[in-house]
Structures are given as structure tokens and as C-alpha cells.
């Protein structure tokens, strides 16, 4: 089947990588640059904490609270804010969406949310996206394979004529078990290649 869909990711997809604006909170912080990062993927706790927040299960203000008091931060105000903070829009990967969406392709987001932190442009999702789905706004989160097949049904095709792009390669199996195409996306230049080749769409 002929690859006519695109779903993709948007914090470190379409916006600047989001682990370097966490390093450098961390340095803000006076803690070592990792220590976010290692938070989230061996703390248990704060994994709980970030899956709670991420389906909507847990607001914003406790999840700053419960946090802060995990990586050692004192002030836990708007927390997760200001780990977002030196995070960028990635123009090339934004314009790059607009165009395949403006020459036909079906475009999709797919995005685990961290509450207000993610500052979504809701006037440039209704512009570049024909279905959004929002973790905190359905109950669901990556890598839970629902998530992918609600994508999919919001930009009205079966998931095995999609392409989903996200930074984080676990997020990326369950896309691939359900037929999509993947991409790791790295860089703008590398990812607009393999959409290229993979939608067929220049």
C-alpha cells in the first residue's frame, strides 16, 4: 500500500532537541547536565510521575511539586515550564509538514504532553495537521499502541499507509508493529529525505 499519511511527533520532532533544554536547566540548577535525563529513564517514581502527568492523570502544580523534590530542586514553581525553556520551533521541519500538507498528504499529530509546558500553537496545528491527538487530552500516551491507531483514524486511514516520525526510538515499535513506515528523526535534512522518499511527495 501506497504511503499517503504522515503522523509525527513534536517536542524534539518539530521543536529543538528537548534533552538539551533539560541540560541546561540541570546547569541552571547547579546540578550535573544527566541528571534529568537519568531521572526519566531509571527512577521509577518519576516515571510514574511523568506517565501520570503525560495522560492527564496528574496536573501540572503536584507533578512540579513531586518532581522538584525527587531531583533535589528547591523552588518547584512552574517546573515543568522551565525545563521547556530553551526549547526552539525547528522552522524546517514545520515548513516542511505545511508543504506536505498543502500538496495532499494527510497530516497527524502525535504527542505525549507535559500539560501547559508544550505551549502548542493551536492556530498552527489547525493549519499544517488534519488530526491531533494530544496525550493529556485522551487518556492515552506513547508507547501505548491506541495512541497510534487513534492517529491514524483522526487523519482517516488505516495505520498501514502512515509514516510516523518521533525522536525516541521506543515510541517508534509499536508504530512499526501496527505497519506504519518509521523514521528516527535525528536532523530536519535527514528526516525531510526519507518523507520525501517515503510519501513520494518532493
Request: with cysteine.
Amino acid at each position: 500500500m501506497a504511503r499517503s499519511g504522515l503522523l509525527i511527533d513534536f517536542g524534539g520532532v518539530l521543536t529543538s532537541n528537548v534533552f538539551a533544554s533539560f541540560a541546561a536547566f540541570c546547569t541552571d540548577e547547579g546540578l550535573e547536565p544527566q541528571v534529568v535525563r537519568d531521572a526519566f529513564r531509571g527512577d521509577e517514581g518519576a516515571r510514574q510521575l511523568l506517565y501520570d502527568l503525560e495522560t492527564g492523570a496528574l496536573a501540572p502544580e503536584p507533578f512540579s511539586v513531586a518532581l522538584a523534590e525527587r531531583l533535589g530542586v528547591p523552588d518547584p514553581t512552574h517546573l515543568p515550564q522551565r525545563l521547556f525553556a530553551r526549547v526552539e520551533p525547528d522552522e524546517a521541519m514545520i515548513d516542511a509538514v505545511r508543504a506536505l500538507h498543502d500538496r495532499g498528504v494527510r497530516t497527524g499529530l502525535v504527542s505525549n504532553s507535559w500539560g501547559d509546558a508544550t505551549a502548542y500553537d493551536r492556530a498552527l496545528l489547525d493549519e499544517i495537521f488534519d488530526g491531533v491527538v494530544i496525550s493529556s487530552e485522551v487518556g492515552l500516551r506513547k508507547p501505548d499502541p491506541a495512541i497510534y491507531e487513534l492517529g491514524a483514524q483522526r487523519i482517516g486511514l488505516p495505520p498501514q499507509a502512515c509514516v510516523f516520525v518521533d525522536d525516541l526510538g521506543g515510541n517508534l515499535k509499536p508504530a512499526a508493529a501496527l505497519g506504519m513506515a518509521t523514521i528516527k528523526h535525528v536532523d530536519a535534512a535527514t528526516t525531510i529525505a526519507e518523507l520525501e522518499r517515503l510519501l513520494g511527495v518532493p
